[in-house]
């Protein structure tokens, strides 16, 4: 067993020390040891595409399937790339601008990361 704490994002237990900071070999990630955990917003919503990629705000996204839009007689069509989507709570998880058809709130199941 490691006398060194497990990584906080991957939790691998082959962590070592730095001088002040800890790194993990699986992932890469440093972290302070010392310093108070802080959680950011994304790290309490956890969103993946179709595919089961985690997505992350600023992304780019390209959509997988005919959506129809509320009020607009043509769907956004499959291939669309929307870029700089931000992860949101709710139904619709992303919240982006698509050209063409203005802001517009997207489900990830129906993205993949591009």
Same mark, same amino acid.
């Given at each position: ?5 497990? %990584?906080?994002? %991957?939790?691998? +237990? ?8 800890? !790194? %993990?070999?699986? %992932?890469?990630? +440093?972290?302070?040891p010392t ?9 309490? !919503? ?11 705000? &600023?992304?780019? $996204?390209? !959509? ?23 992860? $949101? ?7 982006c601008k !698509? +050209? &063409?058809?203005?802001?517009? &709130? ?9």
């Amino acid at each position: 067993m490691s006398e060194f704490p497990p %990584c906080p994002k %991957c939790n691998c +237990e082959y962590s070592y020390s730095n001088g002040t900071i800890m !790194i %993990c070999p699986e %992932c890469f990630f +440093e972290w302070n040891p010392t310093e108070e955990k802080k959680e950011t917003t994304h790290e309490a !919503i956890k969103i993946t595409d179709a595919n089961g990629n985690e997505l992350y705000d &600023g992304d780019t $996204v390209v !959509i997988i399937k005919d959506l129809p839009v509320k009020g607009s007689s043509k769907p956004v069509k499959v291939g669309t790339k929307v870029k700089n989507i931000k992860l $949101v709570d709710g139904d619709h998880n992303i919240s982006c601008k !698509i +050209e &063409g058809f203005g802001a517009m &709130g997207l489900k990830s199941e129906y993205v993949k990361k591009a």
